[in-house]
């Protein structure tokens, strides 16, 4: 019996043995199968635990299923029928052209431009400038100037404190806080002098007449009425009743036979004065100041170093000299220069960029004209840049560029399709913290021009020429903060009574960009805005709203020069006349121009 037992035990060390090396997972097999006393009672925690926690599953399972059967079983909702909304019904028609007010917006602000022909005006009024009748500090949006209705103007200028206009017979008028703090209201001071165009500066009006002379207004009231200043033999009086207007004239010396000025730009210190002879002279214009940021493009003229005699002498400017300038514009402190071979030519101020080359802080300005190389600007474009117009304000300056194409380097002209087309291109630089580059970006300084893709590369068809044409800007003004360009678009504005009654009017396209501080751009909102951007008729929409367009969305269109009849129905005088706009010093205006 013993050597069974024994031999038994050694067949079970064996088996086990065996098993365990086959597989040795199950070696710990039996420790989770112990039957001792605290393996049952840790299996029956467990097991109540596990039934536990089962149990909460199934509840939330069925409460779940509760919560959702009906949208299980509920039919799917049916989509929302289509409904088609038509045109709504216009009012009916009493005659050909009021059929065409009611289907065109745009002919109707045709039609009112020439029926109520006047200025409208926008942006801040702490001057007494937007609304000379109105204390509102700002002018939200397009307000008429009630002195000025029924007017056409031959020039407008605006500052914040003053407003200067040419009526239609070449005299000055003059408004704002600046001009008389007691009665800033609109009033005839600077008369008989076939004044065609003028600008503005920092305390002085430069006006241009017919004839070529440029004389220089005080903006105030006061001084215009006050004894004579220094350098008597420069002043000249003369009766404008009832007053006596004192003014200083601005003649540039060693003129040709038959030159004289044809043109004039100013600014807040300076003056620039285009002559026949394609010659430019600089000057003063202001008397609170010398210019001395090179804007008069005479190196190493100040106010110690100046010539003997009046203050305001021009100067030629003899880097200029041999070229034939047929444009000048003047921002804050700089200058440009434009001639007929398209070349551009920048001084002045430059620590905002304003002159298209990147600052140099040793270098803040440049006292002599020199050119700005668009050509290098297009290098590798396959295309020949021509300068066509500049524009400049605060510290932006404004280039439109009629670019050609031409054959590359390895190109033959056989082989490219639009050889001589022409791209109208659109450029702008200096300051953009306040979107007056019209980029989209805010850039605060400029480190050359940056094309402003709004206003570049647009064609349209011509049904007169039957083809394709650019467009390029008719005008570009350029405020202190903000600009405004009105496209040269095809317009159409022969709509008569021999016409289609559908046949209508419309104008140009006019976009508007930059500071808004003083919703000098005509939004009714304050925001700036860095692309170019439409705004409502200047009427506001009421025109629109009596012939049932409330509550629809049309823009502004300004209308191109015509002969038209003025007065309502078309009752009156048959003039040439146009809508011009004018960005001014955080004011806007929309005048009747002449």
């Known amino acids: 019996m013993t050597i069974r037992r024994v031999a038994l035990r050694q067949t079970s060390l064996l088996c086990r043995h065996t098993i365990n090396r086959t597989n040795p997972a199950i070696r710990q097999w039996p420790r989770f199968s112990s039957t001792s006393r605290e393996g049952d009672e840790a299996g029956r925690r467990r097991g109540g635990l596990g039934r536990f926690l089962g149990g909460m599953l199934v509840a939330l399972a069925a409460g779940g299923a509760v919560v959702l059967y009906p949208s299980f079983t509920k039919e799917s909702p049916k989509p929302r029928e289509a409904v088609i909304e038509y045109e709504k019904s216009r009012p009916l028609a009493e005659s050909k052209e009021d059929n065409r007010d009611l289907i065109s917006s745009q002919h109707l602000q045709v039609k009112k431009s020439w029926e109520n022909p006047g200025v409208y005006a926008w942006g801040s009024n702490a001057g007494r400038v937007a609304a000379p009748d109105s204390t509102d500090p700002v002018v939200k949006t397009p307000r008429r100037i009630a002195y000025f209705d029924g007017q056409l103007l031959r020039d407008i200028k605006l500052d914040r404190e003053f407003g200067a206009a040419v009526t239609e017979k070449g005299n000055l008028v003059q408004w704002g806080t600046a001009f008389s703090q007691a009665n800033p209201m609109p009033a005839e001071t600077l008369k008989g002098k076939d004044l065609v165009k003028i600008e503005i500066s920092k305390d002085r009006i430069i006006a241009l007449s017919k004839n070529g002379t440029v004389y220089s207004v005080p903006v ?92 305001d002498e021009p100067h030629e400017i003899l880097s200029l ?16 220069a434009l001639d007929t071979d398209g070349r551009v030519f ?14 140099e802080p040793q270098f803040p300005f440049l006292d002599a004209p020199i050119p700005l190389p668009f050509n290098k600007i297009y290098s590798g474009s396959n295309q020949q840049p021509y300068v ?55 850039t605060h300084v400029s480190l050359g021009p940056s094309k402003i ?36 678009n095809v317009t159409f504005v022969d709509a008569s009574d021999v016409s289609s009654h559908n046949d209508t009017n419309w104008g140009a396209d006019i976009v508007f960009w930059g500071g808004n501080e003083y919703y000098q751009l005509g939004t009714g909102k304050r925001n700036n805005i860095p692309l170019p951007t439409y705004i409502d008729p200047l009427d506001g929409g009421e025109g629109d709203a009596e012939k049932g367009r409330r509550g629809e969305h049309h823009r502004f269109q300004i209308t191109p020069r015509t002969t038209a009849r003025l007065g309502e129905g078309g009752n009156g005088r048959k003039v040439s006349v146009e809508q011009r706009v004018e960005c001014g010093r955080f004011v806007t205006a929309v005048y009747s121009g002449t």
Request: glycine share 12%; proline share 3%.
């Open 220 to 311: 105030a009231g006061a001084d215009q009425t006050a004894g004579k200043k220094s350098h008597q033999s420069s002043w000249f009086s003369f009766w404008s009743s009832p007053e006596t207007v004192n003014y200083r004239q601005l003649k540039p010396q060693n003129l040709a036979w038959g030159e004289s000025v044809t043109d004039i730009s100013s600014s807040l210190e300076h003056a620039l004065l285009l002559t026949s002879k394609g010659r430019v002279f600089a000057a003063a214009s202001s008397t609170s100041d010398f210019p001395s940021k090179g804007q008069m493009g005479i190196p190493g003229l100040t106010w110690a170093t100046q010539p003997k005699g009046p203050y």
């Open 453 to 488: 893709k709004s206003l570049s590369g647009l064609y349209e068809w011509d049904e007169n020429t039957n083809s394709v044409i650019p467009i390029r800007l008719a005008r570009l003004s350029a405020g202190s903060t903000h600009a405004a360009a009105v496209m040269d």
């Open 346 to 359: 920048v001084f002045g101020d430059n620590t905002s960029g304003q002159l298209g080359f990147e600052v």
């Open 388 to 442: 066509t117009s500049i524009a400049a304000g605060g510290t932006n300056s404004y280039f439109t560029v009629d670019a050609k194409r031409i054959t590359g380097m390895r190109e033959e002209a056989d082989s490219v399709r639009d050889l001589g087309r022409v791209t109208a291109d659109t450029w702008a630089c200096g300051a953009g913290i306040w979107g007056g580059l019209g980029t989209g970006k805010w």
């Open 321 to 336: 000299k041999g070229f034939n300038i047929a444009k000048v514009a003047a921002g804050d402190y700089h200058s440009l």
